[in-house]
C-alpha cells in the first residue's frame, strides 16, 4: 500500500509538471536513442513514457496479468518508438527516393513510411503510395526463427541464424556486456 500511494503522488505530481512545459522547445537531455544532439521536449518525455509502459509491461508479463487494456497506449509507443528507426538505418546506403512501410495490424494499429531523402532517412508517419519493400506485423504475440522463440530462446535463435557482424562487431552505444551478448 506504501508503494502504491507513493506512486499515486509522484504520478501526480509528474503530471503536473509536465503541463507547465513547452512541449516543442529544446529538452535538457536529448533523446540519444534517436540520435539527435538537441530534443523537443515532447520527444524526451515520449522516452520517459516509453519507459514506464515497457516496464510496466514486463511487470504485468511476469504476474501473467496480461498487456495493457489501452491499446492507444501501445500505439503511443509505437509513435515514439519511430523516430529511432531514421538513425537505426543510418549511414545505410540507398538509392534516394527509397522507401519502405512500416504497417503494424492489431488494435494499436499504425502505419509510416521511412525514406531516404538527401543524405539520411526520415520517417513519417501514414502509408506511402509507392514502396520499395514493406514490412507488416502484428501488434501483439510472439516472433519464431527456425522454430525457436525469439524471447524465451534468444541463444537459440543466435545459433540457428549464425549472426557475425560486418563491421567492427561493436556497437558504440552498447555497453561491453551488451556487445558480448549481441555475438
Known sequence: RVLTDLYAEA?????????????DANAFFAVSWAGEARSRQWLDIGREFTEVWHHGAQVRDAVGAGPFSDPDWLRAVLRIAMHV????????????????????????AGAWTLRR?????????????????????????????????????????????????QDSGVDRNATGRENLVLQ
Not at 504520478?11 to 512541449?23: N, P, W, Y
Open 11 to 23: 504520478s501526480a505530481a509528474l503530471a503536473g509538471f509536465i503541463e507547465t512545459l513547452d512541449l
Open 117 to 165: 531523402d538527401q543524405d539520411q532517412w526520415t520517417a513519417d508517419e501514414g502509408d506511402p503510395a509507392d514502396t520499395t519493400a514493406s514490412l507488416t506485423m502484428p501488434d501483439e504475440g510472439s516472433a519464431t526463427v527456425a522454430g525457436h522463440d525469439v524471447v524465451r530462446e534468444p541463444n537459440s535463435v543466435r545459433r540457428a541464424i549464425g549472426y557475425v557482424a
Open 85 to 108: 528507426v531514421p538513425h537505426a538505418y543510418g549511414d545505410l546506403a540507398a538509392p534516394r527516393g527509397t522507401s519502405i512501410a512500416i504497417r503494424v495490424t492489431g488494435p494499436a
